[in-house]
């Protein structure tokens, strides 16, 4: 409906163009009699769009894309379709008249251009954009320009856009005139009947290979007011290797630390790797879930140092524990302690009994 709705628009902008930049000519005139003409002229314009410089981008750009028009359109044959033996000195004059009018027929007037995207991927930002008239032969002093955004979650891939232009161009010819003398055809009328023209083209932009990067696991028993060690499992989600990847974390209340980087090694895509860090949790915090922050540095596959985008680790911090339920938490270590001290005390005993 969008792109209906766009094609409706355009066609009125036209049909207002062709009428306000020629009034005399943009609808048929009385005399416009297709018996009179003296040629059948067959060609149109034809507008061609090139992309300006670089057409690969990364994930999350927004970028402008320049498209450069020419119009390549050829004036492929004519028709006379009267006798010239039977023409009189005024019918001559007026059929020389009309064929140098005829000769702007592959001229598109009032062009204008729609950019599509069919990817969910890839969105179009801009709207119609007014490219003038463009007689054969000639291009755009200055690019069209289109806006566009690559999502951050884009595969990597080519992507087609549609390109939709349309124009206004001279259909027909008619001159009609009361008498030709040395000065020219005196009360010479010139009826000029117009269309509108369609192409479509496309465009084709490309998201780049690149290493990506998302938290697939984070465990640790987080407690206000004591220390906690979380481990966090990344996994490179993109088409490119990320070589000597370190990670590190930014922390807000009520965390802080001293131990905000871990090394990850190189990730192929697909493969995982932990990090391990130790977080101090202030001792007012709330009982809640919390995100923490996170960048991956890496080399890419042509030696480029990169940094990913922010990557969110969600953990919760649990509520402060008591004396006691801290002092579980070594429990097992003191058992461990006690056995080993009463093994030792045994073992010093037989050694003892055996002297």
């Known amino acids: 409906m969008k792109s209906l709705k766009n094609v409706i628009n355009v066609l009125a902008f036209l049909l207002l163009v062709i009428s306000i930049t020629i009034p005399a000519y ?11 003409n003296y040629y ?3 060609g149109a314009p034809n507008v061609t769009a090139t992309l300006i410089g670089d057409n690969e981008y990364s994930r999350g750009d927004t970028v402008t894309i320049d498209l450069n028009l020419m119009n390549k359109g050829v004036i492929s044959g004519f028709k006379d379709e009267a006798d010239k033996d039977d023409l009189d000195d ?3 004059k007026i059929q020389m008249t009309e064929m140098n009018y005829e000769a702007q027929r592959t001229t598109a007037i009032g062009i204008v251009a729609i950019l599509n995207s069919e990817s969910p991927y890839i969105t179009v930002k801009s709207g119609p954009q007014e490219a003038g008239s463009l007689p054969s032969g000639q291009q755009t002093e200055d690019p069209v320009q289109f806006n566009i955004e690559v999502s951050k979650n884009a595969p990597a891939g080519t992507y087609p856009l549609n390109l939709q232009l349309y124009y206004g161009y001279q ?9 030709e003398t040395d000065l020219g055809i005196t009360n010479m ?9 369609q192409q479509n083209q496309t465009i084709s932009i490309k998201v780049d290979n690149e290493a990506d990067f998302e938290v697939v696991n984070a465990t640790g ?15 490179n989600t ?4 990320a070589k000597d990847a370190t990670v590190r974390i930014s922390v807000d209340d009520p965390f802080s630390t001293t131990d905000d980087q871990a090394f ?3 990730l192929e895509p697909g493969q995982t790797a932990d990090a391990l860090f130790k977080l101090k949790v202030d001792e007012m915090a709330v009982a809640k879930a919390y995100s923490i922050n996170s960048e991956i540095k890496y080399e890419d596959e042509d030696g480029h140092s990169q940094i990913s985008d922010t990557i969110k680790i969600k953990t919760e911090t649990l509520p402060a524990r008591s004396f006691g339920e801290s002092l579980s938490d070594y429990i097992g270590l003191f058992v461990v302690i006690a056995i080993v001290m009463v093994a030792a005390g045994g073992f010093f005993i037989y050694k003892k009994q055996k002297k």
Request: proline share 2%.
């Open 264 to 266: 990850l090694g190189t």
């Open 171 to 179: 259909q027909d010819v008619q001159i009609s005139g009361d008498d």
């Open 26 to 36: 943009a609808q048929l005139p009385e005399f416009f009699n297709f018996d009179d």
């Open 238 to 241: 993109g088409e490119m290797a």
């Open 40 to 42: 059948v002229v067959y």
């Open 221 to 235: 028993k987080l407690y206000a007011d004591a220390d906690g060690m979380l481990r966090v499992t990344y996994k």
């Open 90 to 92: 005024l019918e001559q």
């Open 189 to 197: 009328e010139v009826g000029l009947w117009y269309s509108v023209g």
